[in-house]
């Protein structure tokens, strides 16, 4: 789904982060049918005042039909997709992790980086983008435990200590020790922004990637018969072995993955896939109703239209993420403008239809300069030309 920022030219705050994050939380709080009174009168107040939210809501509201406005507002919806494990606990209410998975789905829908979709008619406004980029760099990797406390990640090499749980980070990495209180089991959320990627190591060992635009909702310390997490984004995981408690992870898709000790990588990226590949062990995907199993060497893609599609992958092109490395096959140029704004941070805007519909073979390397990819596809003539503009996004031609 294409996305873009709204910009909010009435006054200095209307222009902020801190608007654009606020009203996107109330969108998402609206259409799951979780918005306050309150909220909803503000909400309502800003859309009919300002004719850019008032836009971005209906260009919203088109993406879902109108049955799944009724899904998502449902009680027997929410109560039919929760699954029986632990659930979180907040001031006002408690919302089981399913639901917070299709909350997470809608904001994810409304931008990755709590920024505005809008729909656009053609290729070239899809690439018309300014992409919370920038904003999500500068907020950097978020840490929000279950009793409101937040952290910024991004720069820290020290220790946390609070509410039992000893964090110890890195400029790209967070493991934890955590205690016996009741808080070390309720949910925290880990948010990657675009244009960075974070290694997490939980309390059972398992390791977990953050791919960029990742969110990853996870307890300090695993109770009962399972080991439940939800991920919207990438991740590749190395699962610890354990055989008394199997580790679940809940998508935004409303679909899950089971696991006992195993390596693969899980892209989420778009609300209406789950592509799963394989790299040792065994995992079972279940979701809509449809179930599979899928050995190593194999990739498992789910869509709720087609059904279940298994097929060996191309292991470099899938996994080379975590190396700094993107792989491009047969991509159009809209799609290479879509990863080098999620994946690097930069503002990318295509120029005219022509340059959209281009094909492009070869790999986009994180580890340098962004010049060398753009020479090297001027060079190609899959492209005419390029430039930065004075705000700093990369127009291609």
């Given at each position: 789904?294409?996305?873009s920022?709204?910009l909010f030219m009435?006054?200095?705050y209307?222009?902020?982060?801190?608007?654009a994050?606020?009203?996107?939380q109330?969108?998402?709080?609206?259409?799951?049918?979780m918005i306050?009174p309150?909220?909803?009168?503000?909400l309502?107040?800003?859309?009919?005042k300002?004719?850019?939210v008032?836009?971005?809501w209906?260009?919203?509201?088109?993406?879902?039909?109108k049955?799944d406005h009724?899904r998502?507002q449902s009680?027997?919806?929410?109560?039919?997709?929760s699954?029986?494990a632990?659930?979180?606990?907040t001031?006002?209410?408690?919302m089981?992790?399913?639901?917070?998975?299709?909350?997470a789905?809608?904001l994810g829908?409304?931008?990755?980086?709590?920024?505005?979709?809008?729909?656009?008619?053609?290729?070239?406004?899809k690439?018309?983008m300014v992409?919370?980029?920038?904003?999500?760099?500068?907020?950097?990797i978020q840490?929000?435990?279950?009793?409101?406390?937040?952290?910024d990640?991004?720069?820290?090499?020290?220790s946390?200590?609070?509410?039992?749980?000893?964090?110890?980070?890195?400029k790209?990495?967070?493991?934890?020790?955590?205690?016996?209180s009741?808080?070390?089991?309720?949910i925290?959320?880990?948010?990657v922004p675009?244009?960075?990627d974070?290694?997490?190591?939980?309390?059972?060992?398992?390791?977990?990637w953050l791919?960029?635009?990742?969110?990853?909702q996870?307890?300090?310390?695993?109770?009962?018969?399972a080991r439940?997490i939800?991920?919207?984004?990438?991740a590749?995981?190395?699962?610890?072995?354990?055989?008394?408690?199997p580790?679940?992870?809940?998508?935004?898709q409303?679909?899950?993955?089971?696991?006992?000790?195993?390596?693969?990588?899980?892209?989420?990226?778009?609300?209406?896939?789950?592509?799963v590949?394989?790299?040792?062990?065994?995992v079972?995907v279940?979701?809509a109703?449809?179930?599979?199993?899928?050995?190593?060497?194999?990739?498992a893609?789910?869509d709720?239209?087609n059904?279940v599609?298994?097929?060996p992958?191309d292991?470099?092109?899938?996994?080379?993420?975590k190396?700094?490395?993107?792989?491009?096959?047969?991509?159009?140029m809209t799609?290479?403008s879509?990863?080098?704004?999620r994946?690097?941070?930069?503002?990318?805007?295509?120029?005219?239809n022509?340059?959209?519909?281009q094909r492009?073979?070869?790999?986009l390397?994180?580890?340098r300069?962004?010049?060398?990819?753009?020479?090297?596809?001027?060079?190609t003539?899959?492209?005419?030309?390029?430039?930065?503009?004075?705000?700093?996004?990369?127009?291609?031609?």
């Amino acid at each position: 789904m294409p996305g873009s920022t709204v910009l909010f030219m009435q006054s200095d705050y209307m222009q902020s982060r801190r608007y654009a994050d606020h009203i996107s939380q109330l969108m998402y709080e609206k259409l799951a049918g979780m918005i306050s009174p309150q909220d909803d009168a503000y909400l309502e107040e800003q859309i009919t005042k300002y004719e850019q939210v008032r836009k971005a809501w209906d260009n919203l509201q088109r993406q879902f039909s109108k049955e799944d406005h009724q899904r998502f507002q449902s009680s027997e919806f929410w109560q039919h997709s929760s699954p029986p494990a632990w659930k979180m606990s907040t001031p006002g209410w408690r919302m089981s992790i399913q639901r917070i998975s299709w909350a997470a789905m809608l904001l994810g829908c409304i931008g990755a980086a709590s920024y505005f979709l809008v729909r656009h008619k053609t290729e070239v406004d899809k690439s018309r983008m300014v992409a919370a980029s920038l904003s999500g760099k500068q907020n950097g990797i978020q840490l929000k435990l279950a009793n409101g406390s937040l952290f910024d990640l991004s720069t820290r090499t020290d220790s946390i200590s609070v509410d039992g749980v000893h964090l110890s980070t890195a400029k790209t990495s967070l493991s934890y020790k955590a205690g016996n209180s009741d808080l070390t089991a309720t949910i925290n959320t880990l948010t990657v922004p675009i244009g960075r990627d974070y290694k997490v190591l939980l309390s059972d060992g398992t390791e977990i990637w953050l791919n960029a635009a990742t969110t990853l909702q996870f307890p300090f310390r695993f109770d009962g018969k399972a080991r439940e997490i939800t991920v919207i984004g990438e991740a590749f995981f190395k699962v610890a072995k354990n055989a008394d408690m199997p580790f679940i992870i809940h998508t935004a898709q409303a679909g899950e993955i089971k696991v006992l000790g195993t390596e693969f990588n899980l892209n989420t990226y778009d609300t209406t896939f789950v592509k799963v590949a394989l790299v040792k062990g065994s995992v079972s995907v279940q979701i809509a109703g449809m179930q599979s199993t899928i050995t190593p060497g194999q990739q498992a893609v789910f869509d709720k239209k087609n059904g279940v599609n298994i097929a060996p992958f191309d292991a470099e092109e899938v996994l080379s993420w975590k190396d700094g490395i993107y792989y491009f096959n047969n991509a159009t140029m809209t799609e290479v403008s879509q990863i080098c704004m999620r994946w690097l941070g930069i503002n990318t805007i295509l120029d005219n239809n022509t340059v959209a519909q281009q094909r492009f073979f070869g790999k986009l390397d994180r580890n340098r300069p962004l010049k060398d990819f753009m020479e090297a596809l001027k060079s190609t003539k899959i492209i005419e030309d390029y430039y930065y503009d004075k705000e700093g996004a990369l127009h291609i031609k």
